[in-house]
C-alpha cells in the first residue's frame, strides 16, 4: 500500500515511516513532485491538517494524510497551540532572539515558551497530533467526480514543561517537554521510545489499525 504524506519534513517522515513499518510505503511531497509551501491558514489544528491533505488530494489525485501537532499549555490557556512552529515568530512575541522572526525556529520558540512560564508553578502540557485521511471511495455513477472520504485521528499525550533544555534528540520542543511518568524529556528518550508513546505516534497508530483493516 502506498499513501503520500503531505510534508517534506524529514523528522516527521522518519518518526511516521518508523511507526507504520514496511507494511505501508509513505511517500513524501517530494516524492510525488510536489514543491508547494502549502498553506496553514486554518485556526485549529484539525484546519490545517484538513487543509494540507485536501491540497494534496485535489492536485495530485492521490489518498493522503496531512498532520498539524500544537504543544498546549495550561497556564497560558491552551498556547502555542495552533502557533507552535511559529510561536517566536508572532508580532506579540515578548523576547527578542535570533530567529525570533522565523517560522519553525524551534531555538526561539522554546526561549519564548521559557519566558512566558517564567514564575508560573503549574507547567502542566499536553502535545496533540490530529491526522487527517483522504481516501478515494469510489466513482460517481456518471463518472462526472469521485468519492472521497475523510478521516481524522488524534493522538494527545500529556505532560509538563521543564525549566531549561534537556538532551539533544528529536526535534520542536523536545528539550523542555517531559511526558507523564518519565523523569527524562523526550529529546532525551530518544526516537525509540518517543516513537511509542509520542501524541504522533498514537494518532499515526490509529491511522495505521485503519488502513490495514479497511
Same mark, same amino acid.
Given at each position: 500500500?502506498? !499513501?503520500?504524506?503531505?510534508? &517534506?519534513?524529514?523528522?516527521?517522515?522518519?518518526? !511516521?515511516?518508523?511507526?507504520?513499518?514496511?507494511?505501508?510505503?509513505?511517500?513524501?511531497?517530494?516524492?510525488?513532485?510536489?514543491?508547494?509551501?502549502?498553506?496553514?491558514?486554518? @485556526?485549529?489544528?484539525?484546519?490545517?491538517?484538513?487543509?494540507?491533505?485536501?491540497?494534496?488530494?485535489?492536485?495530485?489525485?492521490?489518498?493522503?494524510?496531512?498532520?498539524?501537532?500544537?504543544?498546549?499549555? %495550561?497556564?497560558?490557556?491552551?498556547?502555542? =497551540?495552533?502557533?507552535?512552529?511559529?510561536?517566536?515568530?508572532?508580532?506579540? &512575541?515578548?523576547?527578542?532572539?535570533? =530567529?525570533?522572526?522565523?517560522?519553525?525556529?524551534?531555538?526561539?520558540?522554546?526561549?519564548?515558551?521559557?519566558?512566558?512560564?517564567?514564575? @508560573?508553578? &503549574?507547567?502542566?502540557?499536553?502535545?496533540?497530533?490530529?491526522?487527517?485521511?483522504?481516501? @478515494? @471511495?469510489?466513482?460517481?455513477?456518471?463518472?462526472?467526480?469521485? !468519492?472521497?472520504?475523510?478521516?481524522?485521528?488524534?493522538? !494527545?499525550?500529556?505532560?509538563?514543561?521543564?525549566?531549561?533544555?534537556?538532551?539533544?534528540?528529536?526535534?520542536?520542543?523536545?528539550?523542555?517537554?517531559?511526558?507523564?511518568?518519565?523523569?527524562?524529556?523526550?529529546?532525551?528518550?530518544?526516537?525509540?521510545?518517543? &516513537?511509542?508513546?509520542?501524541?504522533?505516534?498514537?494518532?499515526?497508530?490509529?491511522?495505521? %489499525?485503519?488502513?490495514?483493516?479497511?
Amino acid at each position: 500500500m502506498k !499513501i503520500v504524506f503531505a510534508t &517534506n519534513n524529514k523528522h516527521k517522515l522518519d518518526e !511516521i515511516r518508523s511507526i507504520l513499518g514496511d507494511s505501508i510505503e509513505v511517500l513524501s511531497l517530494k516524492d510525488i513532485g510536489c514543491n508547494v509551501d502549502i498553506p496553514e491558514t486554518g @485556526k485549529t489544528l484539525e484546519e490545517n491538517a484538513l487543509q494540507k491533505a485536501q491540497y494534496v488530494y485535489d492536485n495530485y489525485h492521490i489518498d493522503c494524510f496531512a498532520d498539524d501537532t500544537g504543544l498546549e499549555v %495550561e497556564a497560558l490557556d491552551g498556547a502555542p =497551540g495552533v502557533y507552535s512552529a511559529r510561536y517566536a515568530a508572532l508580532p506579540d &512575541n515578548p523576547v527578542k532572539s535570533e =530567529g525570533a522572526t522565523s517560522s519553525h525556529d524551534s531555538d526561539a520558540n522554546m526561549t519564548r515558551l521559557l519566558y512566558e512560564l517564567n514564575g @508560573k508553578d &503549574n507547567r502542566k502540557a499536553r502535545f496533540r497530533t490530529v491526522i487527517a485521511l483522504i481516501q @478515494k @471511495k469510489d466513482v460517481c455513477p456518471c463518472g462526472c467526480t469521485s !468519492i472521497k472520504e475523510i478521516l481524522k485521528f488524534e493522538g !494527545i499525550v500529556e505532560g509538563e514543561i521543564i525549566k531549561e533544555r534537556r538532551g539533544v534528540e528529536g526535534f520542536g520542543y523536545d528539550p523542555i517537554f517531559q511526558p507523564d511518568g518519565y523523569d527524562k524529556t523526550f529529546a532525551e528518550l530518544g526516537m525509540d521510545i518517543k &516513537n511509542h508513546i509520542s501524541h504522533r505516534a498514537r494518532a499515526t497508530q490509529k491511522l495505521a %489499525e485503519f488502513l490495514l483493516n479497511n
